[in-house]
């Protein structure tokens, strides 16, 4: 591993731990051992460091959630399994700065450029071919992927805001019922989800 993806993985855990919209690029040095020099040098700026934490948090999502569809062709399971991944109190830093950078995104900083060209069509493209494996038209797939990409968040986002665990997963539950595979010849009826 180079000295910048070492680097990379120290902020990923501290600003997860600490989020970033109060930090200077000194305090994220200081909490990750290093020196803000060698941030500028490994990541030219603090967004560009920022950006660098949330492709490679997002891309260690992606790899987990392509891992645990390679796993099971059960739609319902592997929503299931996902959702608890996402969920699981020791993510839950690094999915406030997710949306702490999505809410910059939105604002349209410029150091989320190649965030907000991603956020959406990297996980959507995936998702839509799983939901073509499992019998779904091409037309159909891409809207339910959307679907699911976009409840998914909003629950999430839910979940962090009111710690209303109990609500947001029946919430969950349900949102994977609304994804019944296609009843077709030789494919079995059953419930889907993201």
């Known amino acids: 591993m180079s000295a910048r993806e070492a680097l990379l993985d120290r902020c990923v855990e501290f600003?997860?731990?600490?989020g970033f919209s109060q930090l200077s690029l000194r305090q994220i040095a200081a909490g990750t051992g290093t020196s803000h020099r060698m941030l500028i040098y490994h990541f030219g700026s603090r967004e560009g460091l920022l950006t660098a934490v949330v492709n490679r948090v997002?891309?260690?999502?992606?790899?987990?959630?392509?891992?645990?569809?390679?796993?099971?062709?059960d739609p319902i399971e592997l929503g299931r399994r996902f959702w608890r991944r996402l969920t699981d109190p020791s993510l839950?830093?690094?999915e406030r700065l997710f949306f702490e950078i999505y809410v910059q995104a939105l604002y349209g900083r410029e150091w989320t450029e190649s965030f907000r060209a991603t956020v959406i069509s990297?996980?959507?493209?995936?998702?839509?071919?799983?939901?073509?494996h499992y019998g779904f038209?091409?037309?159909?797939a891409r809207a339910r992927a959307r679907l699911g990409i976009a409840t998914t968040r909003g629950l999430l986002l839910d979940l962090l805001l009111t710690g209303e665990r109990e609500a947001v997963e029946a919430?969950?539950?349900?949102?994977?019922?609304?994804f019944p595979r296609p009843t077709r010849p030789g494919v079995t009826a059953a419930a889907g989800a993201t």
């Open 15 to 18: 600003l997860a731990s600490n």
């Open 58 to 73: 997002e891309a260690r999502q992606r790899e987990a959630f392509a891992a645990m569809a390679r796993e099971t062709d």
């Open 92 to 94: 839950a830093g690094a």
């Open 122 to 132: 990297a996980w959507a493209g995936p998702i839509e071919e799983l939901f073509v």
């Open 137 to 140: 038209s091409r037309e159909e």
């Open 171 to 178: 919430a969950a539950e349900l949102l994977g019922g609304l």
